[in-house]
């Protein structure tokens, strides 16, 4: 069964460093997503994307948060300057564009531990 | 608003029946999804239930909706040891790219 893949699957940085966290969403898949989940929280909605554009952001999805589809395959997420809080299992998400809200897909996540 | 809540703890003897209840608030969501995670591993999908249905059966798996209540359970037939793990409610809205708000998680563990 075809599966959303995120590289790496750990990634330690220092506090104001940059950091871009990579997803290879489920091919025929238009709709993209970020969530993050602090430890002992819940599964929080980042953004979603499509057509090339942001078409829904949170709070948390500050100025310091970026994405992009650098590709017809990768799905990126830019953190410009890290911060301790930023600590989190960042999950990506994909849907099918038939039908509107169709189930979001999500890979084994990155966890992000910032030093 | 948009709140979903679970309760935190579950534990159940090994083949008994789980049962996971989850309640929501936003009357205008259209999808309401259960998704697993198991010890380090990602969300996976385990079944879902759209708004305008009262209950879905997929093998050991019978999710109940009572749309008039927000109230979302997802039962657990035989319940085996590998059915230890986090359960996540989930709803989802319309509009397509929509994001899914999360219950905190039911943890799930099977005493022998």
């Known amino acids: 069964e075809p599966e959303v893949t995120q590289t790496p699957s750990h990634q330690v940085t220092q506090m104001g460093q940059e950091v871009i966290l990579r997803c290879v969403p489920i091919?025929?898949?238009?709709?993209f997503y970020w969530y993050r989940q602090i430890l002992g929280q819940k599964v929080e909605f980042l953004v979603s994307f499509y057509n090339n554009e942001i078409s829904e952001k949170s709070e948390i999805f500050d100025d310091q948060f970026s994405v992009e589809r650098p590709d017809g395959s990768n799905f990126t997420l830019k953190i410009r300057s890290t911060k301790l809080e930023d600590s989190a299992m960042y999950f990506c998400?994909?849907?099918?564009?038939?039908?509107?809200?169709?189930?979001?897909?999500f890979g084994d996540g990155t966890r992000l531990s910032i030093l | 608003g948009e709140d979903v809540e679970q309760s935190l703890f579950l534990s159940v003897r090994e083949g008994d029946s789980s049962v996971i209840n989850c309640t929501y608030t936003?009357?205008?969501?259209?999808?309401l999804y259960w998704y697993k995670q198991e010890p380090g591993a990602g969300l996976q999908l385990l079944t879902y239930?759209?708004?305008?249905?009262d209950m879905k059966q997929d093998q050991r798996l019978t999710v109940l909706l009572n749309k008039k209540d927000k109230h979302l359970s997802l039962r657990i037939a035989d319940t085996q040891t590998g059915d230890s793990a986090i359960y996540f409610c989930?709803?989802?809205?319309?509009?397509?790219?929509?994001?899914?708000?999360f219950g905190s998680g039911t943890r799930l563990s099977i005493r022998p």
């Open positions: 239930i759209f708004s305008n249905m």
């Open positions: 091919s025929n898949h238009l709709y």
């Open positions: 989930a709803e989802g809205y319309p509009r397509s790219a929509s994001k899914i708000i």
């Open positions: 998400a994909s849907s099918d564009p038939r039908g509107s809200n169709q189930p979001q897909h």
């Open positions: 936003d009357s205008s969501s259209t999808y």
